[in-house]
């Protein structure tokens, strides 16, 4: 044996006594005696290193192996030692037990962690001097004696020899221990090594036997039911396998604390136990298994840009029980040989490195594969940044039309926001430590020539790489019933099984999402057990923003009272009028307590089915219907039922389990005949969101009661710690189909949205009626991003409409409207041309009924046929285009949904899109001057006339010598009528915010100025708000009755002002609160009514003449480039919801001959 690992056995001993607990930074001075003081400016740290990872043992960052791989980059004594995980968490902060030595190294092991934990894979740095002359080094004193050998016979052991520093000011180089191998006396007579404290060697000299004892024990599964057929291990050997009642015996064992069993059941996690110390003839031992859980993605490798000769890392972090050990890497699809690690690192780069990187990891529970991240590499002098900015439309105001361009457009660019090349250091990290985008460089501001008056824009000129805007990720949202919309109010929200928020009383919610979260996984618990606990994975914007969901819940069904020690059979199917689908039988004497007695008495037995054959529990599907494949692919789920169990003991409420339950599916309700052969029964993990196989289903002949002899498909299954389950068959007919979203009808790309939830349900449609479905299969939901979005389907090539999906889309609680397909289909409108279409089928909901609403479209999932032009160009993709389908321009083909905006329109002088935090550009006249902490504003307005005005708002730099007298943006909206009064209509009018600008340096109050459209006479300012503005300096002149000025307020004054303020980490979310009270004229309320006479800052009598010239709304209507566009004709829908919000109990309506109604509902 080498001197250097015995060397460094010799530091980990001695070090681990020293520091047992992680303290972040471990210095020299600490282990050696007295504090030493030696000034940090002679001292600096290395780089950091990761030589290990913690598979095997655990994580050894030991000196000597780095010294091995990096010898000049660290010094011979290190004066201090800091280690940090790969998520650059310090080791103090872990948690983890841990240890170190600056002489040795620093180190993890495994099985200090406690069970079911694993050590962090870790990265250390030195302290070393600045000079490592003679003359900055101390003294040693002599070596002391070498100490005795402690080996026994046989062995081999250590002999330790020691040295003091004889410095007080300079550190000493070179080793403060040494050690040496020695051999133990020999031993008597034998060759076996083993030594026995107690009993005997046996034959194969790998155990030690005790005649006298029997070790008797018994093992549970998870769930705390019987565990038969276990296998009892030791050393890798079987012993012994566990009866039917999970008990074992095994004479021989010894009670000596040194052996050790593996416990091993599939489906379980193998489970190590020590046999204790005994001095009885009998042991006993109780071994509670816990499930196995598959691997899941923690952490996906990150896209990464670097330039020919860089170094980059890709980073893989999988859990699972027991953990994955095994990791390989893909490169395009191909593996790369000798990466089997977590990190790849790929050195010296060059171009034909480009590409997709994805890593698989495996273990005893399964495999996964991550999803893929691109590497782009760039020559050395090659710009990552184009500096010439995209094309950028903005819409101007009504009076702003430009006889250049001959529409109401003007071109600002943009720059886009992918990644870049910027200053990267040269540590080797899994995430970069900043990350750059291409942003602005230079800004010009140009003015345009309006009626009467200069508008002011900037406009983008020239891009470059920059550190990308910090974002952040929100989602929020409303849990409701999804039979009559009744709020889940107070539930709570769990994610990792860890409880993160609750729901309100009108069942909203809101939650931050946390950093690198991959996969967002909430479970909804209701505490007054009215609703299943519903699991759901709620997709959102990774590039920041709040994104709206409504979570639809399903009642729980009433519970039944059933006897333990009976054959009882449920029925399942909520459909009336038709047979049930499946039936759940369980034998006699199957319940069993937590702890896993038997249980006798009565159960109540409350099991919840959602129904396919009924479309509208679609929304109530249990999280994503994906599964694990066996080579680790994410797999999608085509579902025939879910259930949720909950059996409780009826007179204590204890909640129980059962074995040995049996699940018969009736076969003439799968209509598919190729899904008989591959049903499979599915339990949901809540904390992956994933399905995992519970058992396979067998074809067989039986009779239910007096009935004929009916095919079931039948299945077992036991009823543990899980209570959700699905019957389902993997389906590999997939395809994606492109959607995008608009502002308007415009459907130009400046008026995409992003961040649009786009939903589709995959139906199964009756035999020979396409447009009526028979039963749905699936749920899936995307996020519109800047290019629109992919959403998974199942298609079929053969037959056009064996699937169809629906399609909806919905912004922050407000439905969308898809493109009319009635009288007839206009392919230029709906995005998809012809034959195409027509093979199809596309239809909007209120294709057959006008009363219906107008907010999804239905189509055939016909697949495209292969070398056909005109189907290779979307809207619909085989499943192996995703890319495509992802990077399709926009005249490729796709299908649309509009915004119903109301009349409103906004402008600002700096460009930001809302739906893109991203886009955010420091500028003085930005109108949001800090991201993520947007601040909405508005003010109330209230209109004495017969007619809907328009308002605007004019917002000028009021108090800041940068910005004062220039225009930060505008605002304009229509008002909104009084249901009860004909004559009076009501405003809430965005405006500026006062505040610090970009600089946070000092406070501009905005100058605002509210101007009603028409012949209008100020008749009353609300009197808290004008003593406001009196006792706080300086005051806005108003001079003109027409119009009214003030100073925006730097407090957020509240509904007794007329002002209504919010701030929010997403702008849209901030103006929808700010609204909500504004119509309701409540500081902490919200209406999607205008109460026209509550919280009102401003009050105007307007004359009777209605406004002859076009409006702001009207002249919207123009594309660029066009003086008209064919726009959909809307009905009642679109008024209503821009008038009230939302429906509500009393409605302002137009007829089709422009007169107003109204109407009770």
Same mark, same amino acid.
């Given at each position: ?39 940090? /400016? ?148 034998? /060759? ?13 000299? /790998? ?698 329109? /906004? ?255």
């Amino acid at each position: 044996m080498s001197v250097w690992p015995l060397i460094l056995v010799v530091g980990i001993t001695s070090a681990a006594v020293v520091t047992a607990v992680a303290q972040g930074t471990w210095r020299k001075d600490s282990l050696s005696g007295p504090a030493v003081y030696h000034s940090e /400016d002679n001292y600096e740290w290395t780089t950091w290193f990761n030589v290990d990872h913690p598979g095997g043992r655990g994580d050894y960052e030991q000196l000597e192996a780095i010294r091995f791989y990096y010898r000049a980059r660290v010094c011979s004594a290190p004066r201090a030692l800091e280690a940090r995980t790969t998520d650059w968490i310090p080791a103090r902060n872990t948690g983890e037990k841990v240890h170190a030595d600056p002489h040795v190294g620093f180190w993890c092991l495994n099985d200090e962690q406690g069970p079911g934990r694993n050590c962090s894979n870790y990265a250390v740095r030195f302290l070393c001097p600045k000079d490592n002359s003679p003359a900055s080094q101390g003294t040693w004193g002599p070596w002391s004696d070498w100490s005795s050998c402690p080996a026994l016979c046989g062995q081999v052991g250590v002999q330790v020899r020691s040295r003091s520093c004889q410095s007080q000011s300079l550190p000493c180089i070179g080793n403060k221990v040494e050690g040496k191998a020695c051999n133990g006396p020999d031993c008597p007579g034998t /060759d076996c090594s083993l030594r026995c404290v107690k009993g005997k060697v046996n034959a194969e000299c /790998d155990a030690c036997m005790c005649q006298e004892h029997t070790l008797l024990g018994s093992v549970r599964s998870s769930g705390g039911l019987i565990a038969a057929g276990a296998a009892i291990l030791r050393t890798g050997k079987l012993l012994t396998l566990t009866d039917h009642n999970g008990h074992f015996r095994i004479p021989g064992i010894c009670p000596d604390g040194n052996t050790t069993l593996m416990v091993s059941l599939q489906g379980h996690a193998p489970h190590t136990v020590l046999v204790p110390h005994s001095s009885e003839r009998t042991s006993v031992l109780s071994v509670q298994l816990e499930r196995a859980e598959k691997p899941c993605v923690l952490k996906n490798p990150e896209n990464k840009v670097r330039r020919e000769g860089q170094t980059a890392a890709f980073c893989c972090k999988v859990a699972g029980t027991p953990q994955p050990d095994q990791y390989q890497w893909f490169h395009n699809n191909s593996l790369l040989e000798s990466h089997p690690d977590s990190m790849l690192v790929l050195k010296d780069l060059h171009a034909d490195q480009a590409g997709e990187y994805y890593c698989r990891a495996s273990g005893p529970a399964g495999a996964i594969k991550t999803k893929p991240a691109t590497l782009t590499v760039l020559g050395k002098d090659e710009p990552s940044c184009n500096p010439n900015p995209e094309s950028h439309l903005i819409r101007l105001p009504h009076d702003c039309y430009q006889n250049s361009t001959n529409s109401l457009y003007y071109e600002v660019g943009k720059c886009p926001t992918h990644t870049c090349v910027g200053q990267l250091d040269n540590g080797i990290r899994c995430k970069d430590s900043v990350n750059y985008c291409c942003g602005v460089a230079k800004m010009e501001k140009r003015q345009l020539t309006c009626q009467g008056y200069q508008l002011p824009t900037m406009v983008v000129t020239e891009c470059s790489c920059q550190k990308c805007v910090d974002t952040k990720a929100t989602v929020r949202g409303r849990a409701i019933a999804a039979d009559t919309g009744e709020p889940m109010r107070f539930g709570h929200i769990y994610m990792n099984g860890v409880r993160v928020s609750r729901t309100g009383y009108k069942g909203t919610f809101s939650i931050q999402v946390p950093p690198d979260t991959e996969r967002l996984v909430l479970t909804f618990v209701d505490n007054m057990q009215k609703f299943v606990n519903t699991t759901k994975v709620l997709p959102f914007n990774t590039r920041g923003g709040a994104i709206y969901h409504e979570i639809k819940l399903l009642r729980k069904k009433s519970p039944v009272t059933i006897l333990s020690t009976e054959t009882n059979f449920l029925e399942l199917g909520e459909v009336e009028g038709q047979e049930s689908m499946v039936q759940i039988q369980i034998p006699p004497n199957s319940f069993y307590k937590q702890n896993g007695e038997v249980f006798m008495g009565q159960v109540n037995s409350s099991v919840t089915f959602l129904d396919p054959r009924d479309v509208s529990t679609a929304a109530a599907a249990q999280s994503d219907l994906n599964f694990v494949g066996e080579d680790g692919d994410t797999l999608p789920l085509r579902t025939y039922g879910m259930f949720s169990v909950d059996f409780s003991d009826a007179d204590a409420g204890e909640p129980l389990n059962a074995g040995a339950v049996k699940v018969f599916l009736d076969s003439d309700q799968v209509k598919m005949p190729e899904h008989l052969n591959s049903m499979k029964l599915w339990s949901l993990n809540p904390d992956t969101g994933l399905w995992e196989e519970e058992g396979t289903m067998q074809m067989e002949k039986k009779r239910r009661g007096k009935r004929e002899e009916r095919t079931f498909l039948i299945g077992n299954m036991e009823i543990r710690e899980r209570r959700l389950f699905n019957l389902d068959v993997p389906e590999n007919r997939r395809c994606y189909v492109k959607v995008r979203a608009f502002r308007s009808e415009r459907f130009t790309p400046s008026e995409q949205v992003e961040g649009v939830v786009v939903s589709l349900i995959n139906m199964e449609p009756t035999a020979g009626y396409s447009t009526n479905p028979r039963a749905w299969g699936r749920f899936d939901s995307v996020i519109t991003g800047p290019n629109g979005a992919c959403l998974p389907a199942f298609c079929d090539e053969q037959k056009d409409d064996a699937y169809s999906a629906y399609v909806m889309a919905n912004l922050g609680g407000e439905e969308l409207d898809a493109v009319t397909s009635s009288p007839k289909l206009n392919p230029n409108l709906i995005g998809v041309p012809q034959p195409y279409l027509g093979r199809l089928n596309y239809r909007r909901t209120d294709h057959d009924d006008a009363r219906v609403k107008k907010t999804a479209f239905s189509i055939n999932l016909a697949k495209p046929t292969p070398n056909t032009a005109e189907e290779g160009n979307g809207p619909v993709y085989s499943f192996e285009n995703l890319k495509e389908c992802e990077e399709a321009p926009f005249s490729a083909a796709h299908f649309r949904f509009a915004r119903v905006e109301g009349d409103r329109y /906004d402008y600002n002088t700096v460009p930001f899109n809302e739906d893109d935090p991203m886009s955010w550009t420091e500028d003085y006249l930005s109108w949001w001057p800090k991201p993520m902490e947007y601040r909405a504003c508005y003010i109330k307005v209230k209109l004495n006339s017969p007619h809907e005005l328009n308002v605007r708002s004019r917002n000028m730099g009021g108090t800041h010598p940068r910005t004062a007298g220039q225009l930060y943006g505008l605002r304009d909206i229509r008002s909104i009528r009084d249901l009860d009064h004909n004559t009076v209509s009501a405003v809430c009018l965005e405006f500026k915010c006062s505040g610090m600008l970009y600089d946070q340096e000092r406070v501009d109050r905005t100058l605002v100025k509210v101007m009603p459209q028409g012949s209008c006479k100020r008749d009353n300012v609300n009197s808290m708000l004008q003593e406001y503005l009196v006792n706080h300096l300086p005051l806005a002149v108003n001079n003109d009755t027409n119009e009214f000025t003030m100073l925006a307020p730097l407090d957020p004054l509240g509904h007794n002002y007329g002002i209504y303020t919010v701030t929010d980490q997403d702008p849209r979310t901030a103006k929808e609160i700010a609204l909500g009270r504004c119509f309701d004229g409540t500081s902490d309320g919200a209406s999607r009514v205008m109460k026209t006479n509550e919280g009102v800052a401003l009050t105007f009598t307007c004359g009777d003449k209605q406004v002859t010239r076009q409006s702001v709304f009207q002249a919207l209507q123009n594309s660029p480039g066009q003086q008209s566009v064919t726009s959909v004709v809307r009905g009642d829908s679109r008024q209503n919801r821009r008038r009230q919000r939302g429906s509500n109990t009393r409605r302002s309506t137009r007829n089709s001959m422009g007169k107003r109604t109204q109407t009770a509902r």
